[in-house]
């Protein structure tokens, strides 16, 4: 059903002709995948520096809502590299991407982490200006900034994984495991 | 030495120093005889705890290899931010000194991170990366980097501001972004190789 749907598109993709030739593309391919890489110091760079000023970690005499403004707008265009630049990726490899275990936590999680962040945007307007100076935000926008760090920190790892073959479809038995990473019992094309 | 021997710029001067020997040695014939020479330790550091630790346990390489990247983010954040306020673009309503200062500790947590998670790759793939031009153009932008940060850049922005040519200033934090991400893309592409 879900599995077969998801393969389903992924073959569809892995035939079209841009696909393949980002692939078989040395340096093209290599390219995507180090933007993928050298923007995490935008993205992941300013997002850090916000939920570390939040514990107080990082430029603590700062005022934290200065940090959270200023820093959001090359966060966002660092985001957004990121997502280009992996949905190229996924384009290129699509069939072995969609069935790899680490890609659907990657997936889920950045989902999850979504939610945290508009969570944390509502949150810390409610809270005003009054803690501003201090070191460390109140409890709730700090618990917030933790899932944060944690959070990416994961999907940085899972991210990296992905270049891994231990889950791969082709050396797993049929199973929990590979109806987690969406093989198909039969498939011949990986 | 005594610092002062080279007046109030012995840093610089020093780090300009260190530049051109490296630049000599590297265009003449010593190069390949000290490539020859360091076989050996290269041979040596994947028979260390390390390296057979990442040799035998691919999924330990494989986090290192994460936390390599996280320390990557961080360092990041720390250069984009305070280079960015250098370059006015910004931070802007936050004193310079500050934000650069406050950076500069993020930055040391960083490169700490990097250096000891990137030496204990290297010990896993040490004959690997021997042989790899790439590898050794990182650890020349690393080196070319971290002198340029620690002896010139700090040096300049212990200053007061004030008195510092503003170009200077954007000079040097063009130049940090750019010594940063270079050292990011050789040691990405170290990993295509093979
Ligand atoms: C927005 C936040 C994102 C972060 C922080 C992130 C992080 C990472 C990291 C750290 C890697 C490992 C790169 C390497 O070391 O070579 C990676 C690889 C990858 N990413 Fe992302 N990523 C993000 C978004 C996405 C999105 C939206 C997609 C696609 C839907 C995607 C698809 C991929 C793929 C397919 C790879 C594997 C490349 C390979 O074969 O090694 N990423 N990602
Ligand atoms: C003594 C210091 C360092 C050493 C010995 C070192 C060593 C290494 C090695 C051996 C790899 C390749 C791992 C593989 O086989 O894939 C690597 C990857 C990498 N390094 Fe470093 N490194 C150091 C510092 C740094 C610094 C300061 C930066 C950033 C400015 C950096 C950025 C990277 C990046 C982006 C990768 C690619 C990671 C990936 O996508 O998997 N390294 N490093």
Redesign the pocket.
Same mark, same amino acid.
């Given at each position: 059903m879900f599995n077969q749907l998801i393969h389903n598109i992924a073959i569809w993709l892995d035939d079209t002709r841009w696909s393949t030739m980002l692939h078989e593309s040395y340096y093209m391919y290599n390219w995507v995948?180090s933007t993928? +890489?050298l923007t %995490?110091m935008v993205? %992941?760079g300013m997002l850090f520096l916000i939920d570390l000023r939040m514990l107080g970690l990082a430029l603590p005499d700062v005022p934290a809502s200065t940090i959270a403004r200023r820093l959001n707008l090359p966060m966002l265009v660092g985001?957004t590299v990121? @997502?280009v =630049? *992996? %949905?190229l &990726?996924?384009y290129? @490899?699509p069939v072995r991407?969609s069935q790899?275990i680490w890609?659907r936590i990657? &997936?889920v999680l950045?989902l999850g982490l979504l939610i945290n962040a508009v969570l944390f945007h509502r949150r810390m307007s409610e809270a005003g200006s009054g803690w501003d100076a201090q070191p460390r935000a109140p409890r709730n926008l700090r618990l917030g900034a933790m899932f944060s760090l944690a959070g990416?920190s994961v +999907? @940085? =790892?899972? *991210?990296?994984f992905?270049?891994y073959d231990w889950f791969d479809c082709q050396y797993m038995d049929p199973g929990l495991m590979s109806s987690l990473a969406g093989c198909i019992e039969g498939q011949t094309r990986f | 030495m005594p610092a002062s021997l080279l007046g109030p710029y012995s840093r610089t001067i020093l780090a300009a120093a260190v530049l051109l020997i490296t630049l000599g040695f590297a265009l003449s014939g010593a190069r390949g005889e000290v490539h020859n020479g360091l076989l050996p330790f290269f041979e040596w550091l994947e028979t260390t705890w390390f390296g057979v630790a990442g040799k035998t346990w691919g999924a330990v390489f494989a986090t290192v290899?994460?936390v390599h990247?996280l320390g990557l983010a961080l360092l990041g954040g720390a250069v984009l931010a305070a280079e960015g306020r250098l370059l006015n673009v910004i931070l802007t309503d936050t004193p310079r000194e500050l934000v650069c200062s406050r950076c500069n500790r993020v930055f040391d947590i960083a490169m700490i991170t990097l250096v000891a998670t990137g030496v204990f790759m290297a010990c896993g793939v040490a004959v690997k990366i021997y042989y790899l031009p790439v590898y050794w153009y990182k650890m020349l932008g690393l080196a070319a980097g971290a002198l340029f940060h620690y002896f010139v850049r700090n040096p300049v922005l212990a200053q007061d501001l004030e008195n510092v040519n503003p170009w200077l200033l954007k000079a040097m934090a063009v130049a940090s972004i750019m010594v940063w991400f270079t050292v990011a893309a050789t040691g990405?592409w170290i990993?295509f190789s093979g």
């Open positions: 995948e993928h +890489v %995490l993205s %992941l985001f990121m @997502v =630049t *992996g %949905l &990726l996924f290129a @490899v991407s790899s890609m990657k &997936l950045m990416w +999907v @940085v =790892t899972c *991210g990296r992905i270049a | 290899q994460s990247l990405r990993g």
